[in-house]
């Protein structure tokens, strides 16, 4: 897995990243931490989030790979 790091005070590169952050946090309980989440859980979040309308790609649904 490739791993990117934001620049120091470029917040405009981590805002993806932190509004998918927050969209993940809707499925777990408030205690859990992104380590103890269950391959299934995982999964149901992904396939919902990927099954959402993106403003980013003029309201269409992303296609999962």
Sequence with gaps: TKVYFASPYSSWERELSEHTDGLLRRYPS???TFD???AQLLNKAIALLSSR???SLN???PKMV
């Design 30 to 32: 408030k205690q859990m």
């Design 53 to 55: 309308p993106s403003k």
């Design 36 to 38: 103890n989440f269950e």
């Design 59 to 61: 309201d269409q649904i």
